[in-house]
């Protein structure tokens, strides 16, 4: 076994260190949860989790990623689809 860390390795850690912080900062009230950059956020972390998992491949990590990822797609088309609706809604300025 190799005592250091590869580069998908080092790439998953980011990950991972993405989602602790998101979900501290969600957590503590720091970010919206509800706005676009926390599934945008979180969806490009699980990206790097999966990177490192293709190079040593854990099923069930791969599959909490892959319903992290269905989450964060949901948030993000929530969001674009709820701001579609609101700018549909608002009467023409003259």
């Excluded at 998908?8 to 706005?35: E, H, M, Q």
């Excluded at 099923?59 to 579609?84: C, D, H, N, Q, T």
């Amino acid at each position: 076994m190799d005592s250091y860390a590869s580069f998908p390795d080092l790439v998953g850690y980011v990950g991972s260190a993405i989602i602790v912080a998101l979900y501290f900062l969600n957590i503590s009230g720091r970010i919206d949860a509800k706005g676009l950059l926390y599934p945008c956020a979180n969806l490009a972390a699980c990206v790097l989790v999966v990177f490192s998992l293709l190079h040593r491949f854990n099923p069930p990590s791969f599959v909490i990623e892959v319903f992290w990822s269905a989450v964060s797609l949901y948030g993000i088309v929530s969001y674009v689809m709820k701001r579609r609706v609101n700018r549909t809604s608002e009467p023409d300025s003259l």
